[in-house]
């Protein structure tokens, strides 16, 4: 199983991007899909996450700003993000829990793609 994002880049604060994951390979069902960052001298965390049954999960400080969405048929997930602000730069990884086939899961996590906001 591969995960492809795209869609980061340099944004001035207050712009928009949309990242975008498809996940591909051998896929028997996907329980969840998410978005996670990491900023220099931080730790990884989970900015938002999808699942199965069309459940969403922001952090706090996304909330009303991001949105997750997904398009089953493709096994991709989008981030839309607005108002964006300078602590947002980080780099971003797609991530993906799901089953290969009856009784194996794995989970799998993209390349990271660089989300740069300035001021």
């Known amino acids: 199983v591969q995960l492809q994002a795209s869609g980061g880049g340099l944004v001035q604060a207050g712009g928009s991007l949309r990242l975008t994951c498809a996940a591909s390979?051998?896929?028997?069902?996907?329980?969840?899909m998410g978005w996670y960052r990491q900023a220099p001298g931080k730790e990884r965390e989970l900015v938002a996450a999808i699942f199965s049954g069309g459940r969403t999960n922001y952090v706090d400080s996304v909330k009303g700003r991001f949105t997750i969405s997904k398009e089953k048929a493709k096994n991709t997930v989008y981030l839309q993000m607005n108002s964006l602000k300078p602590e947002d730069t980080a780099v971003y990884y797609c991530n993906t829990d799901l089953w290969v086939r009856v009784g194996v899961r794995n989970n799998y996590w993209g390349q990271g793609t660089l989300v740069t906001v300035s001021s």
């Open positions: 390979g051998s896929i028997f069902s996907i329980n969840s």
